[in-house]
């Protein structure tokens, strides 16, 4: 089952300009976690936001958490064209245990024009 | 992609074969994970392993099998019984809880399986 649905499916942006992407998710959750991948690659951890942190930066990235909503945002601010990727949200549920099972959204496609 | 690696990058397999996919970690983890993507989609995860010789189904195992003899290898093997099983499919691999970054799962380079 997909818990996590990314908003919006697409994005087209110049470079230098922000990319927002939210994600919106239906159970209590430990953490969730940004991962972004590049075509046909595997996936790769961009930053990870616990159920007691609203907001949390890594670079150029922003991520925000709100509970009380079941939603988080990604930032990326000053886009390049590198930063051209899939990018997923995924949750691991407070049900999970120490299993860690993260539950994926269908994802955000960035494009990034020079 | 870090120390997970997968073999071979591109298979393809004629219908009633079965097939089997390899992901092999160096990174000391204990817990490892399968995965299958299709496209335009999320991950959906078929199998997990918290440790040798223990696994779990996830949300989408009918048709897939596992097994996990030794810590750094945990490989799946698609079986006839899968009715449609082109796909991407990714590895994954998570560390000991109560370390630094024991929640994030590291991922492989993914096998793409296509049944001709």
């Known amino acids: 089952s997909q818990q996590g649905e990314e908003d919006p499916q697409a994005l087209s942006i110049q470079e230098g300009e922000n990319a927002t992407m939210n994600c919106s998710y239906k159970?209590?959750?430990?953490?969730l976690q940004w991962y972004r991948q590049n075509s046909g690659r595997g996936l790769v951890h961009l930053i990870l936001i616990r159920s007691n942190e609203r907001e949390k930066h890594s670079g150029r990235l922003r991520v925000t958490l709100d509970t009380s909503k079941k939603s988080s945002s990604l930032l990326i601010t000053a886009s390049r064209a590198a930063d051209t990727a899939s990018y997923f949200c995924?949750?691991?549920?407070?049900?999970?245990?120490?299993?860690?099972?993260?539950?994926f959204g269908a994802g955000t496609r960035l494009a990034v024009h020079p | 992609d870090g120390g997970i690696t997968q073999s071979p990058k591109y298979l393809f397999r004629k219908e009633g074969q079965n097939v089997t996919l390899s992901c092999e970690q160096n990174?000391?983890?204990?817990?490892m994970y399968w995965y299958r993507q299709d496209p335009g989609q999320g991950l959906r995860l078929i199998y997990y392993?918290?440790?040798?010789?223990?696994?779990q189904k996830g949300d989408i195992a009918e048709g897939y099998s596992v097994s996990r003899e030794k810590k750094e290898s945990f490989p799946l093997t698609v079986t006839s019984a899968q009715k449609n099983p082109t796909a991407f499919y990714l590895c994954?691999?998570?560390?000991?809880?109560?370390?630094?970054?024991?929640?994030?799962?590291?991922f492989g380079p993914g096998t793409r399986l296509t049944v001709l």
């Open positions: 990174l000391n983890h204990d817990a």
């Open positions: 994954a691999s998570r560390g000991l809880r109560g370390l630094a970054g024991s929640d994030t799962q590291y």
């Open positions: 995924a949750t691991v549920p407070s049900f999970s245990g120490g299993y860690n099972k993260l539950i």
């Open positions: 159970t209590s959750i430990n953490n």
């Open positions: 392993s918290q440790i040798v010789n223990d696994f």
